[in-house]
């Protein structure tokens, strides 16, 4: 529901983007729903401010957790 309030801020949260997350070595699983949504959510930030930076994102810039979510999504998709 943060998401949907705000997308600059905020990712969906989906449990198969954390297992990634883990794989890549980012961070320990967390034990708690709450730990993985806030590595998910840092980790979509993270990737989202980037891409703003390198101005990758076609759409939206503005969209810092939306746009690094997708980029993660894109990744394990390609997987």
């Known amino acids: 529901m943060l998401d949907s309030r705000d997308c600059d ?4 949260y989906h449990s198969s983007l954390v297992e990634e997350l883990v ?4 961070d320990d699983m967390p ?5 993985q949504y ?3 959510n840092d980790s979509a930030l993270y990737i989202g401010e980037l891409l ?5 994102a076609a759409t939206n810039l503005d969209q810092k957790a ?3 979510q997708d980029f993660l999504w894109v ?3 390609a997987n």
């Open 38 to 40: 806030k590595l998910l």
């Open 52 to 56: 703003q930076a390198d101005k990758l």
């Open 9 to 12: 801020n905020f990712a969906i």
């Open 23 to 26: 794989e890549l070595g980012v």
């Open 66 to 68: 939306l746009n690094g």
């Open 31 to 35: 034990k708690t729903k709450g730990e």
């Open 75 to 77: 990744i394990h998709m």
